[in-house]
């Protein structure tokens, strides 16, 4: 059983920048592909970013290209999701999920999930 714990989370300026971290337990073939998804209030779950941990591939929402990085430590099984010029509009929870394979942005392609971490940006 895969476990995923979000980490990174708070209340930050306009303009600021947070790294979110991803520490996966268990981790085996069925959790190759790590994303990130968030969730604002009143809103549907959306993608943010995902990687592939077998081979660095990844891939992007427009909404946070030239913004946000993500990245994979495979040595601490953590992926992270460096967070840089936030928005207002980037106010949300942030969830990071796993799957098997392929780099979906679907989020009812992704198995496992982690509780999720609070981002809120002031203007």
């Known amino acids: 059983q895969v476990q995923l714990v979000e980490s990174g989370g708070g209340l930050v300026q306009a303009g600021d920048s947070l790294r979110l971290s991803c520490a996966a337990s268990g981790r085996t073939f069925s959790s190759e592909v790590t994303g990130w998804f968030r969730q604002a209030p009143g809103k549907e779950r959306e993608f943010v970013s995902a990687i592939s941990w077998s081979t660095g591939s990844t891939v992007y929402a427009d909404s946070v290209k030239g913004r946000f990085t993500i990245s994979r430590d495979n040595a601490k099984n953590t992926v992270y999701l460096q967070m840089n010029n936030l928005k207002p509009e980037d106010t949300a929870i942030y969830y990071c999920?796993?799957?098997?394979?392929?780099?979906?942005?679907?989020?009812?392609?992704?198995?496992?999930w982690g509780q999720g971490t609070q981002v809120t940006v002031s203007s």
């Open positions: 999920a796993a799957r098997p394979s392929a780099l979906y942005t679907d989020p009812t392609r992704y198995i496992y």
